[in-house]
Nanobody
Framework: QVQLVESGGGLAQAGGSLRLSCAAS????????MGWYRQAPGKERELVAG???????YFADSVKGRFTISRDNAKNTVYLQMDSLKPEDTAIYYC??????????????WGQGTQVTVSS
């Protein structure tokens, strides 16, 4: 059974930082593109960042230069480092995995989500 378990969400002030982690189990991690989506109240879920097995990354325009994504294949974990946070980054953040994907545009698996709240 595949599980994606997020951690690291919480409350931050504008301009601050948070680091999200997603621990994966039940899959061959190195064969999956990993990424992060977010969904704010009243809005559609959107892809924030993705990282292919080969190291190719994708970032939404709204987070370029502020967020970085990385993976540790030995720990089956993907990270999202979020710097210079803005109130509009407030959302539930979901970890996602796509088999042999590139940008995680069509995930096969989802995590349960972790809340990120940025105060002004």
């Amino acid at each position: 059974q595949v599980q994606l378990v997020e951690s690291g969400g919480g409350l931050a002030q504008a301009g601050g930082s948070l680091r999200l982690s997603c621990a994966a189990s039940g899959l061959t991690f190195g064969n999956y593109a990993m990424g992060w989506y977010r969904q704010a109240p009243g809005k559609e879920r959107e892809l924030v960042a993705g990282l292919s097995p080969g190291g190719r990354s994708y970032f939404a325009d709204s987070v370029k230069g502020r967020f970085t994504i990385s993976r540790d294949n030995a720990k089956n974990t993907v990270y999202l480092q979020m710097d210079s946070l803005k109130p509009e980054d407030t959302a539930i953040y979901y970890c996602a995995a796509e088999w042999r994907g590139t940008t995680v545009g069509n995930p096969d698996y989802w995590g349960q989500g972790t809340q990120v709240t940025v105060s002004s």
